[in-house]
Nanobody, 121 residues
Framework: QVHLVESGGGLVQAGGSLKLSCAFS????????TGWFRQAPGKEREFLAT????????YYANSVKGRFSISRDNVTDTVHLQMNALKPEDTAVYYC??????????????WGQGTQVTVSP
């Protein structure tokens, strides 16, 4: 059974930075892709970024391109999301997700429990 555990969320002032982490465990085979999503109160879940299993290919939503950066450490099986220049509208629960299929913005099979990010004005 695949387990994804997010960490690194918290309260930050506008303009600040946070680095989220997603730790993978449960299977010896690494997922093909790992992505980050977020969901704000009253809004639909939003795709943010994804990275393939080697870390060579990355894809970002236009809304975060240039501010957020996804990376992975295959020694620790952790995927990170570095978030810079945060805005109050970035406030949401952030989720990581993984897939053993070649997916991009939808279709992920495994999800973490989420970590809250709150950006104050």
């Amino acid at each position: 059974q695949v387990h994804l555990v997010e960490s690194g969320g918290g309260l930050v002032q506008a303009g600040g930075s946070l680095k989220l982490s997603c730790a993978f465990s449960g299977r010896s085979l690494r997922p093909i892709v790992t992505g980050w999503f977020r969901q704000a109160p009253g809004k639909e879940r939003e795709f943010l970024a994804t990275i393939n299993w080697t870390g060579d290919d990355k894809y970002y939503a236009n809304s975060v391109k240039g501010r957020f950066s996804i990376s992975r450490d295959n020694v620790t099986d952790t995927v990170h999301l570095q978030m810079n220049a945060l805005k109050p509208e970035d406030t949401a629960v952030y989720y990581c997700a993984a897939s053993y299929r070649v997916v991009l913005t939808t279709g992920y099979e495994y999800w973490g429990q989420g970590t809250q990010v709150t950006v104050s004005p």
